[in-house]
């Protein structure tokens, strides 16, 4: 193959692979802080250790403890998201033109798939910490809509991500 046809490609490969690793880190911490924020404080459906039965959020010591483990959680997301960023940072500081915006939008969802994927089987199937909406009818099927989101997020992120991938190639 020509010297003219590979360095295209590989501009290709890098401007679509560079920015996985970060968008997916960047989408697992913003999908942990959609949850905290959205599920633990703005509704208040859960907490973290909500069904677990030593940490009931109906007494005080129970909140306490709830609001620290998710407080925890949060700190873990939010680095997630700053190694993200330091990951995308180190790998675009010579390439910042090279870097396909779709594909890293498409990795970022991805990663906030992965997120509720893990969460939801881990937490709410496996352990059994807490539910996505605690005490309401259908408790089930708040947690199984909440998967079925995951696998909508994974897999429109990893197609947004391939059509970003072929802008480049178009492109090129």
Do not use: C
Request: proline letters at 3%; aromatic letters at 10%; zero cysteines.
């Amino acid at each position: 193959m020509p010297e003219r046809q590979v360095r295209p490609r590989l501009a290709e490969e890098e401007a679509t692979s560079r920015p996985r690793a970060p968008g997916i880190l960047i989408g697992i911490g913003l999908g942990g802080f959609v949850d905290g924020i959205v599920l633990h404080q703005i509704l208040q459906w859960h907490h973290l250790l909500s069904s677990e039965g030593d940490y009931p959020k109906t007494t005080v010591r129970g909140l306490e403890d709830n609001t620290l483990a998710d407080g925890l959680f949060h700190a873990a997301t939010w680095v997630a998201v700053a190694v993200g960023i330091l990951l995308l940072w180190r790998r675009t500081a010579n390439w910042r033109w090279a870097i396909s915006g779709q594909a890293f939008f498409g990795w970022v969802l991805v990663g906030w798939g992965l997120f509720n994927l893990v969460e939801g089987l881990v937490d709410h199937q496996i352990l059994g910490l807490h539910h996505v909406r605690e005490g309401a009818g259908h408790q089930t099927a708040y947690d199984l809509g909440f998967l079925a989101l995951s696998v909508l997020l994974i897999v429109g992120g990893w197609l947004v991500a391939r059509l970003g991938e072929r802008d480049i190639a178009k492109t090129s």
